[in-house]
């Protein structure tokens, strides 16, 4: 029962880590886009205003979609290897041994 026991909360702690590493990549994603974008069409010679706003509204639809799902695959895939790593490490089951 331990090793079950172990695997659940295992696996609970990866399910809030992934969504933690999501929610603050949509975050960051959001920021990184809006600054983005704004120095794009700054530069592009609108004022300061549209650029914000242009920022802002292409943050809303593309930041938080790509921030979070290149965070939240990071986070899986580290955790993923983490597993492998563990799975190797870890001596085999006595029942495996035992058959």
């Known amino acids: 029962m331990g090793r079950r026991q172990g695997e ?3 696996l609970n702690r990866g399910d809030a880590g992934i969504g933690r590493a999501a929610i603050f990549g949509a ?3 959001y920021f990184t886009v809006v600054a983005l ?3 794009i069409v700054l530069v592009a010679g609108a004022g300061l205003g549209t650029a914000l706003a242009v920022g802002a509204f292409v943050g809303i ?3 938080p979609g ?3 799902m ?3 695959q990071r986070y899986a895939d580290r955790l993923a290897e983490e597993e492998r790593r563990s799975a190797r ?3 085999p089951d006595r ?3 035992a058959a």
Request: glycine share 20%; charged share 15%; net charge negative.
């Open 95 to 97: 029942e495996a041994a």
């Open 89 to 91: 490490e870890s001596p």
């Open 37 to 39: 974008l704004t120095v």
């Open 61 to 63: 639809w593309g930041g």
């Open 66 to 68: 790509f921030g979070g």
């Open 70 to 72: 290149a965070a939240a």
């Open 27 to 29: 975050i960051a994603g």
């Open 8 to 10: 659940h909360d295992r």
